[in-house]
């Protein structure tokens, strides 16, 4: 499976460091989050230089320790990622469309303000008139809230404000009448401080002590390394009674478990295997890219947390176990049970999940990775407009490296995020145009699509005024933290750009809100739905844009067009990324417009009757294209 790779020193130049896979997706990262192109590594002056002398050149800026840190990590992966250019083995999971609900804001049956599972019951045959046919529910397990359910009380219950285990039963049941599939949320980094494994565990001799980090204060009383939270701060609480610190990479109630610990896999894994017995299709899988820690959790590099914002990352996001973890889930519950399995893995790069997701490699089926939600040198939290020209090059890069052996996951939003429109532009007026030009993109690339609940709606982000309408613990951690360095209203703009909370308002079809979001409407947008149909109904009848081969033909500035052609049947498709209208591209042979979302907007069948034709004409002699426009064209 592939050559080994050699070790690397700092005799090893720039270029050899950039060739191995997790250099080159750790320098990519760097370059990314500075907002520097990648030929900075690549252009042959720099290339050519030994470490050491780069290292004695940056000492100042880099510190001196940054390439020791860097090469630990790379130096832990010998393995070369394979990008093989065969068939594309044929599996359910790449022919769905995937549409993702965050329970407690999707539909709620009994008005009590929040979703619930006699809600989600209620709008599956919506689900299925819009085309969808797999599902993945964030968590619905016990919980008590401090995450929405991200930190896990209970995996063998439902979680009381959703339901019970008949509701999830009958709720499966119904998902399979309709030959839907449902993923269930796996969140096993970490369970909540009231799990009952935490409880024993912090009991000094209790046999749960080792299923947890937990480190005896060294008198100095400051916590064992500089790691910090996900959601600002520490990654470490202090429990005075025993005089020690436990380590949370996320909410303060959010303990991490040691993967280490045999017993914690087999826990975990039997406790997959009972969710599986039930029948549930397969998992997403949470932060799972951080369950194998570095031995002894050194202190994390200052550059790399200074770069990145979350010290002690590099010792983590690709841990040393990662892959040995990973395959034991996959032989000892998924596999047996046929289950589909995507990763959430903030951090990884294409290489890195070239070698979590290679299909020969028998680890995950398909990741979450995230470097295209965010342009060069901006982060989330940043008030800051989103060009979708860096969206077009992310995903050129993707579909014509990542490998026929591999298969991505295509989506704009989640849970975790803004609405992309509202990224791109606060401009209300360019918003359907831009929920119809991503749903063509995201249905007619190659991958999964995951559609994020509203999205079909066209719904944008929420015009909060105030922290008080913002219950999520990332973005009161973070108000907690910047708010005495910088201005307020600076940082109310930046939570507001990026703020979780977007994603977490019970969708508009429900009629009363929790108090702290009374009054937060956006009327569904009837064109997006059908847009929406469509698409799905032509990805599922044209195997073309499932399987179908991928060719650029044109990626100026604004422009997007591309090909995705099976057994002789070639689509074409032609985007405006802009706000300006531009010409359309002009082919040479003759065509028909399958799709387009200005002209078909309002019908839900798709037929635009005479106007076809019109545009037809006018194609061959070039025609227009208008702002945020896109079409999809069959060549005849
Ligand atoms: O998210 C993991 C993650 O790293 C982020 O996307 C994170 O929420 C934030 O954006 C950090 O900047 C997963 C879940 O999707 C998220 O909802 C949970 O809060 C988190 O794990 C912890 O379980
Ligand atoms: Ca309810």
């Not at 397990?141 to 991200?150: A, Q, V």
């Not at 001799?205 to 937990?214: L, T």
């Not at 929920?435 to 994020?452: D, E, R």
């Not at 929790?514 to 599922?540: D, I, N, S, T």
Request: charged share 30%; glycine share 8%; hydrophobic share 35%.
């Amino acid at each position: 499976m592939g050559k080994e790779i050699k070790w690397l020193t700092y005799d090893s130049t720039v270029g050899e460091l950039y060739d191995s896979p997790v250099g080159h997706d750790a320098l990519a990262k760097v370059l990314l989050q500075i907002g520097l192109p990648e030929k900075v590594i690549t252009n042959k002056a720099v290339s050519g230089l030994k470490l050491r002398t780069i290292a004695n050149l940056t000492k100042k800026q880099l510190g001196t320790d940054f390439f020791d840190a860097l090469l630990n990590l790379v130096d832990s992966e010998h393995d070369e990622p394979r990008a093989s250019k065969g068939k594309i083995t044929p599996k359910w999971w790449k022919e769905v469309v995937f549409y993702q609900i965050y329970p407690r804001s999707f539909c709620d049956n009994n008005g009590d303000g929040i979703g619930d599972l006699q809600g989600i019951i209620s709008k599956l045959d919506y689900l299925q008139k819009l085309g969808i046919d797999a599902l993945w529910l964030s968590p619905i397990y016990d919980s008590p809230n401090d995450d929405n359910g991200y930190d896990i009380r209970d995996y063998d219950k439902i979680m009381e404000e959703f339901g019970t285990m008949e509701d999830f039963d009958q709720l499966l049941a119904e998902v399979h009448k309709r030959d839907m599939r449902l993923i269930m949320d796996l969140v096993v980094n970490h369970t909540s401080d009231e799990h009952i494994w935490y409880k024993q565990a912090r009991q000094p001799n209790s046999p749960y002590r080792d299923y947890y980090f937990f480190r005896k204060d060294d008198g100095s009383h400051t916590p064992p390394n500089n790691w910090t939270s996900f959601f600002s701060g520490s990654a470490w609480n202090y429990e005075e009674d025993t005089d020690s610190w436990a380590l949370h990479l996320f909410s303060k109630k959010q303990m991490d478990l040691n993967w280490e610990n045999p017993r914690v896999r087999e826990d975990v894994i039997a406790m997959v295997n009972r969710w599986l017995d039930k029948g549930v299709d397969g998992f997403r899988m949470d932060v799972i890219n951080y369950i194998s820690k570095e031995e002894g959790l050194p202190q994390g590099n200052e550059t790399i947390g200074n770069l990145m914002g979350f010290p002690g990352i590099e010792h983590y996001y690709y841990g040393p176990k990662l892959h040995q973890y990973l395959r034991e889930i996959r032989e000892k519950a998924f596999e047996p049970h046929g289950a589909f399995s995507v990763g959430e893995t903030p951090g990884l790069g294409m290489k890195m999940c070239q070698l979590v997701t290679g299909e020969e490699r028998k680890e995950l089926d398909m990741v979450f990775s995230f470097d295209h939600l965010e342009t060069p040198g901006h982060v989330r939290l940043e008030d800051y407009e989103y060009d979708l020209n860096y969206f077009r090059d992310y995903m050129i890069d993707w579909m014509e490296n990542y490998g026929n052996n591999c298969w991505m996951s295509l989506f704009y939003n989640n849970h975790d995020n803004p609405r992309m429109i509202s990224k791109i532009t606060k401009d209300a007026s360019h918003h359907t145009a831009l929920s119809k030009l991503l749903a063509v993109m995201q249905l007619t690339l190659k991958g999964t699509p995951f559609i994020f609940q509203g999205d079909e709606m066209g719904l944008a982000n929420y015009d909060f005024t105030s922290m008080d309408q913002i219950t999520d613990v990332e973005a009161k951690g973070y108000y907690a933290e910047h708010i005495g360095k910088e201005s307020e209203e600076k940082v109310f703009a930046d939570i507001l750009a990026g703020t979780r909370e977007h994603a977490r308002v019970l969708l508009p079809w429900n009629k009363k809100l929790p108090p702290c979001h009374e009054g937060l409407y956006q009327k569904p947008k009837k064109e997006v739905l059908y847009a929406y149909r469509r698409l799905l109904r032509l990805r599922h009848e044209e195997k073309a844009f499932v399987y179908g081969s991928f060719r650029v033909l044109c990626r100026k500035k604004d422009r997007f067009v591309y090909a995705r052609a099976l057994e002789g049947k070639v689509y074409v498709v032609d985007c405006n990324l802009g706000a300006k209208p531009c010409m359309a591209f002009r082919l040479k042979e003759r065509c028909k417009i399958v799709y387009d979302t200005v002209r078909t907007g309002k019908d839900e069948r798709g037929n635009s009757g005479a106007s076809n034709a019109v545009i037809s004409r006018k194609l061959r002699k070039g025609g227009m294209l208008q702002g945020y426009e896109a079409r999809i064209l069959r060549i005849l």
